[in-house]
């Protein structure tokens, strides 16, 4: 028997027919570029696990804000890095808390880059956690339960702050069970009722997260928190958490950390209709720059082919620290 060759290559044999039929494409809209905002003043202070990625003071702020701008970045993630931290995160819903003076301070230099707030109280609780917590001692050690529905009520306050403060997306992160619903309707009856909510639906317990706690200084000092993020070995429990997500009014959903999990990112895109995020996280981050000072690989080529899979998966949005890299890169290619 004998068949014709088939002849893949004629579709691959110059630049302008491989341009023609590109299946997927990374544009600058694509792209949320994170920020960590510090209390204080001239602060540019690198992140030692994460070349490139800085603590700025609301004053140097200005000039990184201009760059994204510049570049067509459309929206920033902001992370706050508190004076003080208590047990309860009260900082993280103070309307002079610093994602909130951050947050007025964008909007009034450049109005229309979206700003999505992150909503959690890990950053701002002095244990470290998401939520509050009941501790107790065992076997010397102490240990403590996250609780969940007391925890709400403070994310609530969080969000509805950011809201006043003039976010334009809330990213609630921590998964509290019903968190979703809570800052739903916190928010409408807040008269946010316009405002979207970017939920973490599917938010794995991964060790891709180290470098930003370092970054956030936001290590538990105690326990983990397998109870509230999902075990990385679960498909079917990521559509359980999309799906009530869903009910709860979530606008978009976002799967974290992304590089690991594309296969949740395309499941999710397969089984929902609403926009999907990817957050390219900073363990993902810090490999390729690592591995890129070395000399190892180029760097260019790894970030835009990890992008493009996240694209090609299935992402709408993708939340990354190389955004600004990738928008100058994607700038040169034209
Ligand atoms: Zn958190």
Same mark, same amino acid.
């Given at each position: 028997m004998s068949f014709p060759i088939v002849r893949h290559r004629r579709l691959r044999q110059s630049a302008g027919i491989r341009g023609m039929v590109r299946?997927?494409?990374?544009? /600058?809209?694509?792209? /949320?570029?994170? &920020?960590?905002?510090?209390?204080?003043?001239? &602060?540019? !202070?690198?992140?030692?696990?994460?070349?490139?990625?800085?603590?700025?003071?609301?004053?140097?702020?200005?000039?990184?804000?201009?760059?994204?701008?510049?570049?067509?970045?459309?929206?920033?993630?902001?992370?706050? &890095?508190?004076?003080?931290?208590?047990?309860?995160g009260s900082s993280a819903y103070d309307e002079n808390g610093i994602v909130q003076q951050a947050t007025r301070k964008i909007k009034e230099l450049y109005p229309d880059l979206l700003v999505v707030a992150d909503t959690c109280l890990c950053e701002f609780t002095d244990h470290g956690h998401c939520g509050m917590v009941h501790t107790f001692e065992r076997d010397g050690h102490v240990c403590g339960d996250v609780l969940n529905d007391e925890s709400l009520e403070l994310l609530v306050r969080t969000a509805v702050s950011q809201a006043q403060a003039g976010a334009d997306i809330i990213a609630p992160s921590n998964m509290m069970d019903g968190f979703v619903h809570a800052i739903r309707t916190g928010l409408d009856e807040a008269g946010f009722s316009h405002i979207p909510i970017m939920s973490y639906s599917v938010k794995y317990a991964s060790a891709f997260y180290g470098p930003f706690r370092e970054a956030a200084d936001s290590a538990p000092q105690f326990g983990d928190r397998k109870t509230y993020q999902m075990d990385p070995a679960n498909v079917r429990e990521a559509l359980r958490?999309?799906?009530?997500?869903?009910?709860?009014?979530?606008?978009?959903?976002?799967?974290?950390?992304?590089?690991?999990?594309?296969?949740?990112? !395309?499941?999710?895109?397969?089984?929902?209709?609403?926009? &999907?995020?990817?957050y390219n996280v900073s363990g993902e981050y810090s490999m390729v720059k690592a591995a890129a000072q070395q000399g190892w690989i180029s760097e260019r080529a790894i970030v835009t082919e990890i992008l493009l899979g996240m694209k090609r998966a299935g992402a709408d949005i993708i939340i990354t620290y190389f955004a600004k890299d990738a928008a100058r890169w994607l700038r040169e290619g034209k």
């Open positions: 299946e997927t494409v990374l544009d /600058v809209n694509d792209f /949320v570029q994170p &920020i960590f905002v510090a209390h204080g003043s001239g &602060i540019k !202070r690198e992140i030692n696990s994460m070349p490139g990625v800085y603590h700025f003071s609301l004053d140097t702020l200005e000039e990184e804000v201009k760059d994204i701008v510049d570049l067509g970045i459309p929206a920033v993630l902001l992370f706050g &890095i508190p004076e003080s931290k208590d047990s309860v958490e999309a799906e009530s997500d869903v009910l709860e009014g979530a606008d978009m959903l976002m799967v974290k950390p992304a590089m690991a999990f594309l296969d949740i990112v !395309r499941l999710l895109r397969d089984q929902f209709d609403l926009p &999907i995020v990817a």
